[in-house]
């Protein structure tokens, strides 16, 4: 567990950033430890693993997993974070990322999301919180996004213009300047 490493740290309060799947564990964390937190970055995410919007379903990626091969299909996934696809100059960072997944793990990973459901617990978080996305991006659609800045109380939002799911790569100087500044408030 995230809140059991941070304490074997010695940490008593940090803040975290977490991107996509680690947004999903970033909003847990701050449902079941806030005391831990000082501030969160919830990034790329969505308050339910459900995500109706993504640039295909769950059942399909799962099924272009079985039948394209695990390499093939995180090509392709590596493409769709992107604004740009395989053109932007990081596409090969994001696929060297994805290179050592396992098939059987990954559909197993897949098929975990669409049970894992927060939307009816965001009002109670309270640490103060940045959701960031890109309004480009096809795997968490912004409106997701927008969603969570709604209902949870002392939250920001911040969408990066012409950014897709990994925002932080195509426009690294202004997602560090916004998570900088957030992160160093009182």
């Not at 920001?156 to 195509?170: K, Q, R, S, V, Y």
Request: charged letters at 25%; one cysteine or more.
């Amino acid at each position: 567990m995230v809140a059991d490493t941070i304490r074997a740290a010695g940490i008593d309060r940090c803040s975290i950033l977490g991107h996509s799947l680690g947004a999903w564990i970033a909003l847990e964390l701050s449902i079941q430890q806030p005391e831990l937190l000082h501030r969160s970055v919830l990034y790329g995410g969505s308050a339910d693993g459900y995500c109706p919007d993504r640039f295909e379903s769950y059942e399909k990626s799962i099924k272009r997993i079985q039948s394209e091969g695990i390499e093939t299909f995180a090509a392709s996934l590596a493409a769709e974070w992107f604004r740009r696809g395989k053109e932007d100059p990081m596409y090969p960072l994001a696929l060297e990322a994805g290179s050592h997944s396992n098939e059987e793990a990954s559909i197993q990973h897949v098929k975990a999301w669409n049970h894992w459901k927060k939307r009816d617990r965001l009002a109670e978080i309270e640490t103060p919180t940045l959701i960031v996305c890109g309004d480009c991006d096809r795997s968490t659609h912004p409106d997701l996004s927008i969603e969570m800045w709604h209902e949870i109380k002392r939250s920001h939002l911040f969408i990066i213009p012409n950014a897709g799911h990994i925002a932080h790569l195509e426009y690294a100087n202004e997602f560090n300047s916004v998570v900088t500044d957030f992160l160093s408030r009182n």
